[in-house]
């Protein structure tokens, strides 16, 4: 009989626990992202929109920052729940994920190089029927998929990030190199670059940036893209690029 106190307490214990245990089994929504490798304008903007909408939903949000090609990989295996920063085409290229209809902002697809000759005035159809030595970043099928459209195969070629891209362009082993110019801009700033006469050749696409999220959260990107609206007809996300740039 002297130990039904002490059972009782311990009962007790538990079911003050259990709800505890309950909210802290519950996981946040992951999301990759390859601009938060830079420290970037773009990928603090990013960042600051989407935790403000997943606030705004009630939803936990975690934001990793990974490699382009890893993003997608693990986006598409289903170890991240989705990405943040793709374009349009990416949603027929990747069927796991579905695309969040909303697109917060846009990006520019650039080329960048050292030849003073070089200026491509006409987007991707500048390249078409030239010679040019080119490289793009992994994990950007997109980009892949426009050069193919304008380049003879084996004129260019990926390279694991855009660091490596301008320095293949700083020792001549490449003509141009590609991305988007919200990367590769703050890097031309860095003093590894700012004198080695690195220069915007031309914007190749403008293109609306989109979340992207596993198809089980088709309920989750309905809402999501509810909220990017409303954020931008409530001038939020131009109040958060104002932010984004005195960070």
């Known amino acids: 009989m002297r130990h039904r106190p002490v059972l009782a307490l311990i009962f007790l214990l538990g079911l003050a626990a259990g709800p505890a245990r309950a909210g802290d089994e519950a996981k946040p929504i992951v999301m990759a992202t390859m601009l938060e490798q830079q420290n970037s304008f773009a990928g603090r903007w990013l960042r600051l929109i989407y935790t403000e909408a997943f606030q705004q939903l009630g939803v936990a949000l975690e934001i990793r920052s990974l490699p382009a090609a890893r993003a997608s990989a693990e986006a598409i295996a289903g170890n991240v729940d989705g990405e943040l920063a793709r374009g349009y085409d990416y949603g027929a290229m990747q069927t796991a994920l579905m695309r969040v209809p909303e ?8 080329a960048y190089t050292r030849n003073p000759d070089i200026h491509l ?15 793009f970043r992994f994990g950007y099928p997109v980009i892949q998929q426009r050069l193919a459209a304008v380049l003879p195969p084996g004129s260019f070629s990926g390279v694991l990030n855009a660091q490596l891209g301008l320095r293949k362009l700083v020792v001549g082993h490449s003509d141009l190199y590609v991305d988007t110019a919200e990367v590769v ?12 006469g690195i220069r915007q050749a031309g914007v190749l696409e403008h293109m609306p940036i989109y979340a992207y999220l596993n198809k089980k959260h088709e309920k989750l990107a309905l809402r999501l893209s509810a909220v990017i609206r409303k954020m931008r007809e ?5 109040q958060l690029r104002q932010q984004a740039l005195k960070e």
């Open 103 to 110: 697109a917060p902002l846009s990006a520019s697809g650039a």
């Open 234 to 238: 409530g001038g939020q996300i131009e």
């Open 185 to 196: 801009d703050p890097m031309l700033a860095s003093p590894e670059f700012a004198h080695a």
């Open 121 to 135: 005035s006409n987007g991707w159809e500048s390249l078409r029927g030239t010679n040019y030595r080119v490289d």
